[in-house]
């Protein structure tokens, strides 16, 4: 079955047909728009990189379990949201899937309401994912304009704070205040569009991801 574009799709993966048909339409009568497939392989198939939405995704299956789908999604670098439904839970799974980011982990037979509460809390987080990195790209779309418009002191300063130097290291290296360095990360920040040195930091390292 091909993927869908829709952020709200949910990609159920399950090598039982039967529990495929029941949550196509559990989860249908929901609302939302639903896609399965019969193995692990098979939707690493169709898969593209930023596919959206959330996966619903049994623990045991021939071939490639639950498990080593997660794996091999993080391998890839794709971060879609999963819900792990298993016949066959123990803690240790859940412990190890809850770890590397699955949203929840249910044991069949699942409650009908719970299980459809955690595929929309995934697609709540999903939805919140892409907006961030939507916010994110806009911030390093024209970095070189924003750059540009930096005084050649607050380049020296800038510099120095992407090497890692403290706010005394800046003062005694350029011999200012340390109330005139604190001015000039205040202007860099606002001019770069940024709030914090965390967002400085990560500006320029998609920066250089892009370059």
Known sequence: M????NGNTVFVVD?????CDAL?????TAGMEVETFRSAASFLKELRPGQTGCLVLDIRMPGMSGLDLQDELHRRKIYIPIVFLTGHGDVPMAVRAL???AVDFIEKPHEAERLVLAVLNALRMDDERRKQTNRHGDLSLDL???LATLSEREREVLNRILEGKQTRQITDELCISVKTVEFHRARIREKLGVTTQAQLFSLFIASEGDA
């Open 2 to 5: 091909k993927l869908h574009d």
């Open 15 to 19: 090598d039982d047909a039967a529990v």
């Open 24 to 28: 196509g339409m559990l989860l249908r």
């Open 99 to 101: 770890k590397k980011g």
């Open 144 to 146: 070189a304009t924003r």
